[in-house]
């Protein structure tokens, strides 16, 4: 008997083969793992990628359960991996109670996926929190190493990923950045060139999420993800980007649609709703009366061009550098970061936390938000030390540092990709923070350094306290400055915010909260070179309540 298409469709209907989207069921492969994101109080949003056999959409059945043997199963239900999405999914669990681990898996026949946990929000009195934010994973820096001891924690509520999850860079020389030690470890990255297409953006996310100690963190607990540059194209901002070249890379605003429909497919968070903007990703959770944490768009949606040294910052006759100029520049009150909309978002969520009774106002922050000049290396140094430096360092950096060193001479920011990039809306952002009477505690991420920073306006009042998470993998100043060599003393003594910062380690931000302090541990990893590692406390430092804001950060 011959069997036509439509009736081997109603065939497969009736034998409850194909899913309500019209996938046919089949066994599937989670290569990628699970994730669990934008938690809430009734609800997690939970992720997977499912490929089968063949080529086509995908349905699966996905359980939530109150235990990890899933034989309290609390919501189950089916959902489509589309190729459109790059077969991946996501499902929004509706009716979870708050404040509770669940315990969530993906399942296609006889395949099952990994299974993952995570928590809901608090909801009412809530006398502790456990946050852990991280930045800066590039796939050929290293191994992820940081990921893992993240996955081991005891205790962790949620994650803050503050961006460059990925990163969009391929060396096409060994010498290239992250190259000479993607080839020592054979982590090139796939493809290999620097994306610019959709399909590129997707496969270095297919490549980054393949990673099994990756995947242990995104298992451990519910992430509430933001992108950076890197996530996109270096230095950018909502017109352009550094790295962007139209005779090669075509249309800014398509590179950067393709950019962010990759990361959203490949994140577990929450799709813009009806009516907002394709890149505001700004969102703010309440983690019962002991917290708010506000995430901020720091990249796409408002911010203006960045400035550089070598375009802005004009000579003078004399030869010397025309700092009058450049700070005239620099301090533009329209230069924007974040946009009126945003600012207008921020201070109604500032202002309802404060008013709630909730004793903190965590914000997470793409880049660094402290005041930070070049820091004057040499002064730290003997003539001898300072002289066997210049000839141990290499590449990009001899030239960083000796550029650096110069302008440490004049009043100048050390970052300009940095909100010391944008002052007015730095100042913007801190008399909200006043305003609000919040008291303010930053997550940032971007410089792959390790800051402790006591924040103050321009009138010397304080408004809060950093903590900036150096990379997972990325490399930076330490990796190519000799070991010893006190850039982190040159700027704690440069810069009165600067309480303590390293350049030398890899890792991520522990803050740990009760309803009276604050206390922020710099973690590190001791390499990202074997899979062999140890994981353990940089330095700790406790912020306490000092009337309307916080106290200076104390070493502990």
């Known amino acids: 008997m011959t069997i036509n298409r439509r009736q081997m469709a109603a065939l497969a209907v009736g034998a409850g083969l194909v899913g309500a989207e019209g996938a046919v069921a089949q066994e599937a492969v989670f290569a990628y793992g699970v994730a669990a994101g934008d938690p809430a109080a009734d609800s997690l949003l939970i992720w997977t990628h499912a490929a089968g056999v063949a080529a086509g959409p995908v ?19 089916t ?6 999405r790059d077969n991946t999914l996501k499902v929004e669990v509706e009716g979870l109670k708050p404040g509770r681990t669940y315990y969530y898996r993906f399942l296609a026949g006889k395949s099952v996926s990994p299974v993952g946990q995570a928590r809901t929000l608090p909801v009412g009195k809530t006398d502790d929190l456990v946050l852990i934010s991280c930045c800066c994973a590039m796939y050929q820096g290293g191994y992820f190493n940081a990921y893992e001891a993240i996955a081991k924690l005891p205790r962790v509520d949620a994650v803050i990923h503050l961006g460059d999850y990925i990163y969009e860079v391929a060396g096409e020389t060994p010498n290239d950045y992250g190259q000479p030690t993607g080839v020592q470890l054979n982590r090139l990255p796939q493809p290999r060139h620097t994306c610019v297409t959709l399909d590129d953006y997707r496969k270095r996310f297919a490549q980054t999420r393949s990673d099994p100690q990756l995947q242990a963190a995104h298992a451990r607990a519910a992430w509430i993800c933001c992108w950076d540059d890197h996530d996109l194209a270096n230095d950018d901002w909502k017109d352009g980007a550094q790295a962007q070249n139209p005779a090669t890379d075509g249309s800014w605003t398509v590179r950067k649609q393709a950019a962010v429909q990759a990361f ?4 577990p968070i929450r799709d813009p709703g009806r009516g907002q903007s394709f890149f505001a990703i700004n969102r703010s959770f309440d983690f019962g009366d002991l917290a708010s944490f506000t995430m901020l768009e ?19 006759a004399s030869g010397e550098p025309d700092v009058a100029a450049f700070q005239k520049k620099l301090q533009n009150p329209d230069r924007r970061m974040i946009g009126p909309a945003q600012e207008a978002w921020l201070k109604r969520v500032l202002q309802a936390s404060v008013e709630s009774g909730k004793p903190w106002q965590i914000l ?10 070049n820091p004057d290396l040499k002064a730290q140094m003997s003539a001898k030390a300072w002289e066997a430096l210049n000839a141990f360092i290499t590449g990009y950096y001899k030239g960083a540092l000796a550029d650096v060193q110069a302008r440490s001479a004049y009043d100048l920011p050390f970052d300009l990709g940095s909100w010391d990039g944008y002052p007015a809306a730095r100042a913007g952002l801190y008399a909200m923070i006043k305003s609000a009477q919040a008291r303010a505690v930053v997550l940032s991420g971007d410089s792959h350094l390790a800051w402790v920073n006591d924040l103050h306006d321009h009138a010397g009042t ?28 040159a700027f704690s003594k440069r810069n009165p915010e600067v309480a303590f910062m390293d350049v030398f380690k890899k890792g991520f931000v522990r803050l740990s909260l009760t309803r009276t302090e604050a206390r922020g541990e710099l973690m590190d990893v ?20 000092e009337g309307e804001g916080v106290s200076a950060p104390i070493p502990v």
């Open 364 to 373: 997470g922050s793409g880049v660094v938000l402290a005041q930070v000049s």
């Open 59 to 77: 349905t699966v059945r996905w359980q939530v359960a109150s235990d990890r043997t899933f034989r309290r199963i609390v919501a189950k239900g």
């Open 264 to 267: 959203y497919e490949w994140s």
């Open 526 to 545: 001791s390499t990202v070179l074997d899979r062999s590692f140890e994981s353990g406390v940089i330095k700790g430092f406790v912020v306490t309540h």
């Open 298 to 316: 720091t990249r796409l949606t408002a911010r203006d061009a960045l400035l550089t040294y070598g375009r802005d910052l004009p000579l003078l």
């Open 462 to 489: 304080r408004v809060g306290v950093e903590f900036g998470a150096t990379a997972i993998t990325s490399g930076g100043w330490g990796d190519s400055l000799p070991p010893g060599t006190p850039l982190g003393e």
């Open 79 to 84: 959902a489509t991996a589309l190729p459109a």
